[in-house]
């Protein structure tokens, strides 16, 4: 029996496709659902935001994520690119790289610790939407973080 080739035209019925594809990664036969890479949080003029985004211990995380946020529903986006790589490590946390690719949030701020990666959002109805680029080893975290005293973690700086 042979199986014929089907020429796909339709471009809502390509677009369908492409949106509910997996993502490939180390985990889980190498592949994730989109819900798995892609994130929202919201803050609002009463609360913020400590969100843990992957572990910086050797062997934990190394990949790509993009952060976009958001400063209302109408507001301009800012983006940033985390590269972290948690093979080569100095004084036990990984190497790890952020750059600031647009925009202009400067109340956004990236720390660590001995174990994690976070990002801070202050109040002021900032919106987060984070997606995994790539990953090459380990599992990315995403969990809104309560509790922990921002003066305990250590600030990084933005590589460009």
């Avoid at 309560?146 to 460009?160: E, N, P, V, W």
């Amino acid at each position: 029996m042979a199986i014929e080739k089907v020429k796909v035209t339709d471009s809502s019925v390509i677009e369908l496709i492409r949106e509910n594809m997996p993502v490939a990664t180390t985990d889980k036969n190498g592949l994730y659902g989109k819900s798995y890479v892609a994130k929202v949080f919201a803050t609002s003029s009463t609360n913020t935001k400590l969100i843990k985004l992957f572990t910086c211990q050797k062997s934990g995380f190394s990949g790509k994520l993009s952060l976009l946020f958001r400063r209302s529903e109408s507001g301009a986006i800012s983006e940033f690119s985390i590269y972290a790589n948690s093979y080569h490590t100095i004084d036990k946390i990984s190497d790890i790289e952020i750059y600031r690719r647009a925009g202009s949030h400067s109340n956004i701020t990236f720390y660590h610790d001995e174990e994690y990666v976070y990002v801070y959002m202050p109040s002021n109805y900032y919106y987060l939407y984070c997606k995994l680029d790539f990953l090459f080893i380990g599992k990315l975290i995403i969990e809104e973080q309560a509790g922990i005293d921002i003066s305990t973690l250590t600030k990084i700086s933005f590589t460009g």
